[in-house]
């Protein structure tokens, strides 16, 4: 049996080594398994000496591989190459700065044992993150469970071993805005859910921005959930009854009372919340509209520079 680990990577260069030696911890997991295994390492577009750092490797033991982008695509893109470059019975998806307990492997390899078909995990505390961070990221989790029918678990990490029946599922979704934590939940599968504390990265730095993550859980959103689209109907519908009471009240007044309907300001603000709210519907569709634009254009998701 062979077993495929993916490690996306960028500017991973102090990390690349460490993790190979870390994987190989475990060693004696693997010969009373009888696992072979390939280590395909992605290079995302590094800027610094990863690359380099990878060859090394492979020179060493020809159980490394390599993928190595034109430029940075994003980690769901090398993803996707590692998955595809994989020819293992199984695969382990894991990243270059050891968040991911390379030690899990054998009790997360004993459940797919057990008939399991994927075995996710999730930190159980977010220790060491920003609480800022932490707490918009909770808020994330929620507004996602809730407008969208797939499950997307709170703490879950890309750390995933599967058997090639969900790694081909997972192929077969060949969507160009991906967003992983959805595309595992969407191809279903018996999953266990594996938990354990966060760990800090040990070399190096977060490639994600505050401003980066957010427009990462738009994209989520976008991908996996119709319900911004239904914001616009609702308030569409709101805004009807609302100026329609409003006619009927100033109808009502100017007959009986006789009171002439004045005041230029309040004209001027109802006109700015209505414009208001308009644009946001038309922003909304906008987002959907740009995202199935990139979708019909059919780029490729990532291109190689390199491979060994
Ligand atoms: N990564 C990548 N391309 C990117 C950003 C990140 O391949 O554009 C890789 C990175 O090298 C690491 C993994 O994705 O192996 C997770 O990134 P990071 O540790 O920066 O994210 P965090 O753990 O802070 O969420
Ligand atoms: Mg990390």
């Known amino acids: 049996m062979l077993l495929s680990v993916i490690v996306p990577c960028f500017n991973e260069e102090e990390?690349?080594?460490?993790?190979?030696?870390?994987?190989?911890?475990?060693?004696?997991?693997?010969?009373?398994?009888?696992?072979?295994?390939?280590?395909i390492y992605v290079d995302d577009g590094s800027v610094d000496e990863t690359v380099r750092e990878i060859k090394k490797l492979n020179q060493a033991d020809d159980r490394v591989k390599l993928?190595?982008?034109?430029?940075?695509?994003?980690?769901?893109?090398?993803?996707?190459?590692?998955?595809?470059?994989?020819?293992?019975?199984?695969a382990v998806m894991m990243d270059a700065d050891l968040q991911d307990p390379p030690s899990l492997l054998p009790e997360m390899f004993a459940y797919i044992e057990q008939g399991y078909d994927s075995v996710a995990t999730r930190r159980v505390s977010r220790k060491g993150e920003p609480a800022i961070r932490s707490f918009f990221a909770r808020k994330f989790y929620k507004l996602m469970n809730k407008i969208s029918k797939t499950d997307i678990v709170d703490g879950a990490r890309d750390y995933r071993l599967m058997t090639r029946q969900v790694v081909d599922a997972i192929l077969s979704l060949g969507e160009y805005?991906?967003?992983?934590?959805?595309?595992?939940?969407?191809?279903?599968?018996?999953?266990?859910?594996?938990?354990?504390?966060?760990v800090e990265r040990v070399k190096g730095e977060t490639k994600w921005s505050f401003w980066g993550l957010f427009m990462y859980s738009i994209e989520g959103i976008i991908a996996f959930s119709t319900a911004p689209l239904a914001i616009a109907s609702c308030l569409g519908v709101l805004f009807c009854v609302l100026a329609f009471i409003l006619i009927l009240f100033i109808l009502i007044r100017s007959l009986f009372w006789e009171d002439p309907t004045s005041?230029?300001?309040?004209?001027?603000?109802?006109?700015?919340?209505?414009?208001?709210?308009?644009?946001?519907?038309?922003?909304?569709?906008?987002?959907?509209?740009?995202?199935?634009?990139?979708?019909?254009?059919?780029r490729p998701k990532y291109l190689v520079k390199e491979e060994l």
């Open 15 to 39: 990390n690349v080594a460490y993790f190979y030696e870390e994987l190989m911890k475990n060693k004696p997991f693997f010969d009373e398994k009888k696992l072979d295994i390939e280590i």
């Open 67 to 90: 993928i190595s982008f034109s430029r940075n695509f994003g980690k769901e893109a090398a993803i996707y190459a590692g998955f595809k470059k994989s020819t293992g019975d199984y």
């Open 177 to 198: 805005n991906r967003f992983s934590k959805g595309i595992f939940g969407w191809v279903g599968f018996k999953t266990k859910w594996v938990e354990y504390e966060n």
């Open 263 to 298: 005041g230029w300001q309040s004209m001027v603000c109802i006109i700015s919340l209505v414009s208001g709210v308009q644009l946001l519907c038309l922003g909304i569709l906008g987002e959907y509209l740009s995202k199935t634009y990139l979708e019909v254009k059919n």
